[in-house]
Protein backbone atom coordinates (compact mmCIF):
# COMPACT_ATOMS: atom_id res chain seq x y z
CA UNK A 1 0.00 0.00 0.00
CA UNK A 2 0.90 3.50 -0.48
CA UNK A 3 2.13 5.53 2.36
CA UNK A 4 -0.39 8.64 1.04
CA UNK A 5 -3.00 7.22 -0.62
CA UNK A 6 -5.43 9.80 -2.31
CA UNK A 7 -9.00 9.28 -3.39
CA UNK A 8 -10.56 9.79 -5.95
CA UNK A 9 -8.15 9.89 -8.66
CA UNK A 10 -10.17 11.51 -10.80
CA UNK A 11 -13.45 13.29 -10.10
CA UNK A 12 -15.21 15.71 -12.73
CA UNK A 13 -18.50 17.32 -10.69
CA UNK A 14 -20.63 20.19 -12.11
CA UNK A 15 -20.22 23.56 -11.22
CA UNK A 16 -21.54 24.59 -7.31
CA UNK A 17 -21.96 20.96 -5.77
CA UNK A 18 -19.91 20.16 -2.66
CA UNK A 19 -17.03 17.62 -2.94
CA UNK A 20 -14.44 15.87 -0.60
CA UNK A 21 -11.33 14.77 -1.67
CA UNK A 22 -9.76 12.18 1.21
CA UNK A 23 -6.73 11.65 2.16
CA UNK A 24 -4.69 8.68 4.57
CA UNK A 25 -1.32 7.91 5.38
CA UNK A 26 0.69 5.11 6.77
CA UNK A 27 3.89 7.26 8.12
CA UNK A 28 2.25 7.84 11.46
CA UNK A 29 3.49 11.66 11.02
CA UNK A 30 1.39 14.45 12.99
CA UNK A 31 1.66 16.46 10.00
CA UNK A 32 -0.06 16.99 6.81
CA UNK A 33 -0.76 19.22 4.22
CA UNK A 34 -3.04 20.05 1.12
CA UNK A 35 -1.75 21.59 -2.00
CA UNK A 36 -3.04 22.45 -5.51
CA UNK A 37 -1.42 22.13 -8.56
CA UNK A 38 -2.41 24.26 -11.97
CA UNK A 39 -0.86 23.35 -15.57
CA UNK A 40 2.51 25.00 -15.71
CA UNK A 41 2.63 26.10 -12.20
CA UNK A 42 4.67 25.16 -9.04
CA UNK A 43 2.47 23.76 -6.07
CA UNK A 44 0.26 25.98 -4.00
CA UNK A 45 -0.77 25.61 -0.34
CA UNK A 46 -4.18 25.23 0.45
CA UNK A 47 -4.14 23.95 4.47
CA UNK A 48 -1.94 22.30 6.89
CA UNK A 49 -2.51 20.66 9.90
CA UNK A 50 0.78 19.93 12.44
CA UNK A 51 -1.95 17.72 14.50
CA UNK A 52 -5.59 16.33 14.94
CA UNK A 53 -6.04 19.54 16.86
CA UNK A 54 -4.59 21.71 14.31
CA UNK A 55 -5.46 23.56 11.33
CA UNK A 56 -3.91 26.17 9.61
CA UNK A 57 -4.71 28.48 6.33
CA UNK A 58 -2.32 28.51 3.49
CA UNK A 59 -1.68 30.58 0.10
CA UNK A 60 -5.02 29.88 -1.37
CA UNK A 61 -7.59 28.52 0.90
CA UNK A 62 -10.63 30.71 -0.06
CA UNK A 63 -13.25 28.22 -1.28
CA UNK A 64 -11.69 24.93 0.77
CA UNK A 65 -12.25 23.67 3.77
CA UNK A 66 -10.61 20.87 5.39
CA UNK A 67 -11.30 18.16 8.67
CA UNK A 68 -8.45 16.28 10.25
CA UNK A 69 -10.48 13.14 11.34
CA UNK A 70 -7.42 11.11 13.05
CA UNK A 71 -3.84 11.35 13.03
CA UNK A 72 -4.19 9.44 9.64
CA UNK A 73 -6.74 11.39 7.68
CA UNK A 74 -7.08 14.64 6.40
CA UNK A 75 -9.65 15.69 4.11
CA UNK A 76 -10.22 18.72 2.11
CA UNK A 77 -13.85 19.80 0.79
CA UNK A 78 -15.24 22.36 -1.89
CA UNK A 79 -18.14 23.83 -0.64
CA UNK A 80 -19.35 25.00 -4.14
CA UNK A 81 -17.13 24.12 -6.60
CA UNK A 82 -16.71 26.46 -9.31
CA UNK A 83 -14.10 26.26 -12.86
CA UNK A 84 -11.25 27.80 -11.48
CA UNK A 85 -10.86 24.65 -8.93
CA UNK A 86 -10.19 22.54 -11.77
CA UNK A 87 -6.66 21.48 -11.08
CA UNK A 88 -4.18 18.97 -9.63
CA UNK A 89 -4.66 18.22 -5.87
CA UNK A 90 -2.12 16.86 -4.04
CA UNK A 91 -2.04 15.76 -0.01
CA UNK A 92 1.23 15.18 1.77
CA UNK A 93 2.75 14.37 5.04
CA UNK A 94 5.74 14.73 7.11
CA UNK A 95 7.47 14.24 10.48
CA UNK A 96 7.50 17.06 13.34
CA UNK A 97 11.26 18.53 11.40
CA UNK A 98 9.60 19.22 8.33
CA UNK A 99 12.18 16.81 6.75
CA UNK A 100 11.29 14.60 3.35
CA UNK A 101 7.48 15.04 2.43
CA UNK A 102 5.80 11.80 1.27
CA UNK A 103 3.38 13.04 -1.35
CA UNK A 104 -0.04 10.97 -2.52
CA UNK A 105 -0.77 10.38 -6.25
CA UNK A 106 -2.72 13.33 -6.22
CA UNK A 107 -6.58 13.85 -7.48
CA UNK A 108 -7.20 15.56 -11.10
CA UNK A 109 -10.15 17.41 -10.24
CA UNK A 110 -12.22 18.86 -13.05
CA UNK A 111 -15.40 20.82 -12.52
CA UNK A 112 -17.57 22.13 -15.34
CA UNK B 1 11.82 30.94 4.11
CA UNK B 2 14.92 31.86 1.74
CA UNK B 3 13.89 32.71 -1.89
CA UNK B 4 15.87 30.47 -4.36
CA UNK B 5 16.64 30.99 -8.06
CA UNK B 6 16.88 27.84 -10.58
CA UNK B 7 17.05 28.01 -14.31
CA UNK B 8 14.04 27.18 -16.21
CA UNK B 9 14.93 24.18 -18.04
CA UNK B 10 17.89 21.99 -18.79
CA UNK B 11 18.88 19.29 -20.71
CA UNK B 12 21.24 16.49 -20.05
CA UNK B 13 22.87 13.28 -23.00
CA UNK B 14 21.47 9.84 -21.07
CA UNK B 15 24.34 8.07 -18.77
CA UNK B 16 25.95 11.78 -18.04
CA UNK B 17 25.83 13.89 -14.73
CA UNK B 18 23.29 16.28 -14.78
CA UNK B 19 24.21 18.84 -12.40
CA UNK B 20 21.29 21.24 -11.69
CA UNK B 21 22.19 24.38 -9.70
CA UNK B 22 20.39 26.34 -7.48
CA UNK B 23 20.78 30.17 -5.97
CA UNK B 24 19.93 30.84 -2.31
CA UNK B 25 21.72 33.80 -1.19
CA UNK B 26 19.81 35.05 1.54
CA UNK B 27 19.36 31.81 3.32
CA UNK B 28 19.67 31.20 7.10
CA UNK B 29 21.56 29.54 9.52
CA UNK B 30 18.53 26.99 10.59
CA UNK B 31 17.73 26.56 7.18
CA UNK B 32 18.31 23.37 4.83
CA UNK B 33 18.54 22.99 1.30
CA UNK B 34 15.84 20.33 -0.21
CA UNK B 35 15.61 19.36 -3.54
CA UNK B 36 12.60 17.17 -4.76
CA UNK B 37 11.29 16.28 -8.48
CA UNK B 38 8.12 16.07 -9.97
CA UNK B 39 7.70 13.81 -12.87
CA UNK B 40 4.63 14.59 -14.68
CA UNK B 41 1.91 15.16 -13.55
CA UNK B 42 3.06 12.48 -10.21
CA UNK B 43 3.38 13.29 -6.51
CA UNK B 44 6.70 15.26 -6.09
CA UNK B 45 9.15 12.64 -4.62
CA UNK B 46 11.57 14.05 -1.92
CA UNK B 47 15.59 13.59 -2.99
CA UNK B 48 17.68 14.84 -0.49
CA UNK B 49 18.70 17.52 1.65
CA UNK B 50 21.61 18.88 3.97
CA UNK B 51 22.44 21.93 5.93
CA UNK B 52 26.20 22.71 5.54
CA UNK B 53 28.12 19.47 4.97
CA UNK B 54 27.76 17.56 1.20
CA UNK B 55 25.48 15.19 1.36
CA UNK B 56 24.56 11.67 -0.99
CA UNK B 57 22.09 8.95 -1.16
CA UNK B 58 21.11 6.46 -3.70
CA UNK B 59 19.13 9.06 -5.85
CA UNK B 60 21.67 12.16 -5.93
CA UNK B 61 24.30 14.17 -4.06
CA UNK B 62 23.97 17.61 -3.04
CA UNK B 63 26.88 19.94 -2.88
CA UNK B 64 26.43 23.25 -0.81
CA UNK B 65 29.02 25.98 -0.80
CA UNK B 66 30.81 26.97 1.93
CA UNK B 67 29.25 29.93 2.21
CA UNK B 68 25.75 28.55 1.23
CA UNK B 69 24.51 30.91 -0.70
CA UNK B 70 23.94 28.21 -3.65
CA UNK B 71 23.83 24.62 -4.41
CA UNK B 72 24.04 21.74 -6.73
CA UNK B 73 22.17 18.69 -7.17
CA UNK B 74 24.32 15.77 -9.23
CA UNK B 75 22.30 12.55 -10.86
CA UNK B 76 25.73 10.72 -11.39
CA UNK B 77 24.27 8.76 -14.49
CA UNK B 78 21.03 10.50 -15.88
CA UNK B 79 18.54 7.83 -17.23
CA UNK B 80 15.35 8.90 -19.22
CA UNK B 81 13.53 8.43 -15.91
CA UNK B 82 15.20 11.16 -14.97
CA UNK B 83 13.27 13.66 -16.51
CA UNK B 84 10.79 15.94 -14.42
CA UNK B 85 10.67 19.12 -12.97
CA UNK B 86 13.80 19.78 -9.95
CA UNK B 87 12.57 21.90 -6.90
CA UNK B 88 15.07 23.36 -4.54
CA UNK B 89 14.20 24.89 -1.52
CA UNK B 90 15.24 26.59 1.11
CA UNK B 91 13.05 25.89 4.45
CA UNK B 92 14.09 25.59 8.48
CA UNK B 93 11.22 22.67 8.97
CA UNK B 94 9.35 25.28 11.26
CA UNK B 95 7.24 26.08 8.27
CA UNK B 96 5.31 25.04 5.15
CA UNK B 97 7.54 24.15 2.00
CA UNK B 98 6.97 26.37 -0.55
CA UNK B 99 7.32 25.06 -4.06
CA UNK B 100 8.63 27.61 -7.21
CA UNK B 101 8.35 26.89 -10.45
CA UNK B 102 12.35 24.55 -10.65
CA UNK B 103 14.37 23.09 -13.40
CA UNK B 104 12.65 21.35 -16.02
CA UNK B 105 15.17 18.21 -16.78
CA UNK B 106 15.20 16.57 -20.20
CA UNK B 107 17.33 13.73 -20.59
CA UNK B 108 17.36 12.72 -24.00
CA UNK B 109 19.45 9.48 -25.83
Known amino acids: DADVTQTPRNRITKTGKRIMLECSQT?????MYWYRQDPGLGLRLIYY???????NKGEISDGYSVSRQAQAKFSLSLESAIPNQTALYFC???????????FGSGTRLTVV | DAKTTQPTSMDCAEGRAANLPCNHS???????VYWYRQIHSQGPQYIIH???NNETNEMASLIITEDRKSSTLILPHATLRDTAVYYC??????????FGKGTMLLVSP
Open chain 2, 89 to 98: IANSGYSTLT
Open chain 2, 50 to 52: GLK
Open chain 2, 26 to 32: TISGNEY
Open chain 1, 27 to 31: KGHDR
Open chain 1, 92 to 102: ATSDDRGFGYT
Open chain 1, 49 to 55: SFDVKDI
